[in-house]
């Protein structure tokens, strides 16, 4: 049975992203971060089967580690490098802030896919408050 937290690298589907992005040298992670939102957006009908939304999260959360505003999901990132060896996004994620945040949105916006699951009131607005924080980094960069 899995991980799932509402926190954006909570579970281990995000855990799971961050360290195959992690495996790819840090040149490469950019490239990689626009092809998976680019595939989210124009593959919508793929969710599930091909991605999932805690990963979705954990890409836009990584993009917004990156920005202005961002800093306290770096010290996550960082306290996750130490046991999981995931490199940080050093290098400025700007040109993804806005495919981060129409992706975020598709998968966890309002009565989105990734609210679906929680199962108490609690969990459900933790997770909300997860979102809004996400996405108001993201928006500050548009």
């Known amino acids: 049975m899995g991980t799932f937290g509402t926190g954006a690298f909570s579970s281990d589907g995000a855990l799971d992203f961050l360290e ?12 990689a971060l626009r092809h ?3 595939y989210v957006l124009t593959n ?10 805690d990963q979705v999260v954990a890409a836009a959360a990584l993009v917004a580690a990156a920005l202005p505003g961002g800093k306290h999901l ?12 995931i490199a940080l996004l050093l290098t ?15 998968v966890a916006g309002p009565d989105g896919p990734w609210h ?15 979102v809004n924080d996400l996405a108001a980094v993201l928006r500050a960069a548009i």
């Open 116 to 130: 679906q699951g929680w199962t108490t009131k609690t969990d459900k607005l933790e997770a909300q408050r997860t």
């Open 36 to 38: 998976m939102f680019t």
């Open 44 to 53: 919508r009908d793929l969710l599930w089967r091909e991605f999932f939304p």
């Open 20 to 31: 195959e992005l992690a495996e790819r040298p840090p040149e490469q992670h950019l490239d």
């Open 92 to 106: 400025s994620a700007l040109d993804l802030a806005a495919p981060a945040l129409e992706s975020l949105l598709f």
């Open 74 to 85: 770096q010290h996550r990132l960082a306290e996750l490098s130490d046991e999981t060896d």
